[in-house]
């Protein structure tokens, strides 16, 4: 026996939205902005779960990347290459601060600007966090050739770099 339709709610009553729409709206999925913001989220997710056991964020990674690839940057320097505003470098390099992953000195050629320096316990997060990082990419790539990610890359990349030379537009 079939389950009865609900009853109509009263009028001038609100309709919560369906849970899920029966099909997805096609357009969402033509959106190179769309699905490029998606797949961040669904590997920032991945990420974090892989990393957080070693006490890291997806906030911490780009900015231990950073160190990693050459330790000793200046925190404007930092700001450039992950591509964040100051205060939102600021807020991750405190916190990794407190974490043990970094320590701040001054610079010896200038002593008016800190240098941001990984600690023991940075350096130790790195095999296991870089192995995360691969391991997500590898589940991300299934089912492509290396010839696709490749192409897949360096269109990411031209997109990558058609939005940092866009000048944001003027009023008409």
Sequence with gaps: MAKPEPAPAPAGTAQPPPAEPARPLPWRYESSGYMINLAA???????????????????QFP???????RDGLAQSELVRIVRVEQPTMAQILSRMERDGLIARAADPDDRRRALV???????????????????VNRLAGRGLSDAQTREFLAVLMQMSANLSCAAAPGPT
Excluded: K
């Excluded at 900015?63 to 690839?69: F, I, K």
């Excluded at 990984?118 to 966090?129: D, E, I, K, M, N």
């Design 41 to 59: 989220r669904l590997f920032e997710r991945a990420l974090a779960e892989r990393i957080a056991p070693l006490g890291l964020t997806t906030g």
């Design 117 to 135: 320096r990984l600690t023991a316990r940075g350096w130790s997060v790195q095999a296991p966090a870089v192995a995360a990082a691969h391991e």
């Design 63 to 69: 900015v231990l990347l950073a160190l990693w690839e």
